[in-house]
């Protein structure tokens, strides 16, 4: 059973980076079949894509916060984590982890973490 | 990159049918039949792939739900509507390799 744990802290300040870690059980983050990414939702708004990256390093990003935001994959420890820097209290939101299918069911996220509340505030 | 736009809201009588637009462009939903919707039960909970490649269901997903393309503008419909139905809705689109995952504006679909 595949299963997406977000971590990191609930609360940051503005201008600092915010720092996620999402560990993949269930599955190897090595699999060929998949994007393992970011998606966030303010509260009260809708979804937004944030960027995805594949097991080879490619990494492919929202052109909105591809200026902030850095993906990485550590195959070794089965993580995925995102870095957001100079954030501001527009980047408060619900940052899910999510896997997406480039195989079977073609450019959809079959799966999501729980998701996890970041508030940006001082 | 511009999300897809969505009516705010939708509904339909328990057991009736509803219908949700989603318009994009040449370049997102015109171009590629890789539209996939979402349906989120409660704010900030995670969303559930309900169709993919605009018209397949996932397994374990009613036939109840389907999808379809017409040019620019992609639909979800829901048929024999049942209260577990309610949520928000949200349509995404394959858009080019840096734009993996355009989302729709969102539909609150209510239950009547």
């Known amino acids: 059973q595949l299963q997406l744990q977000e971590s990191g802290p609930g609360l940051v300040k503005p201008s600092e980076t915010l720092s996620l870690t999402c560990t993949v059980s269930g599955d190897s983050i090595n699999n060929n079949n998949y994007y393992w990414g970011w998606s966030r939702q303010p509260p009260g708004k809708g979804l937004e894509w944030i960027g995805s990256a594949y097991y080879s390093g490619s990494v492919y990003y929202n052109p909105s916060l591809s200026s902030r935001a850095t993906i990485s994959i550590d195959t070794s420890k089965n993580q995925l984590s995102l870095k957001l820097s100079s954030v501001t209290a527009a980047d408060t939101a619900f940052y899910y982890c999510?896997?997406?299918?480039?195989?079977?069911?073609?450019?959809?996220?079959?799966?999501w973490g729980q998701g996890t509340l970041v508030t940006v505030s001082s | 990159q511009s999300a897809l736009t969505q009516p705010p809201s939708a509904s339909g009588s328990l057991g009736q049918s509803v219908t949700i637009s989603c318009t994009g462009t040449s370049s997102d939903v015109g171009r590629y039949n890789f539209v996939s919707w979402y349906q989120q039960q409660h704010p900030g909970k995670a969303p559930k792939l309900v169709i993919y490649e605009v018209n397949k269901r996932p397994s374990g997903v009613p036939n109840r739900f389907s999808g379809s393309k017409s040019g620019n503008t992609a639909s979800l419909t829901v048929s024999g509507l049942q209260p577990e139905d309610e949520g928000d809705y949200y349509c995404n689109s394959y858009a080019g390799t840096n734009k993996l995952g355009v989302f729709g504006t969102g539909t609150k679909v209510t239950v009547l």
């Open positions: 999510t896997r997406q299918d480039i195989v079977t069911m073609v450019y959809a996220t079959d799966s």
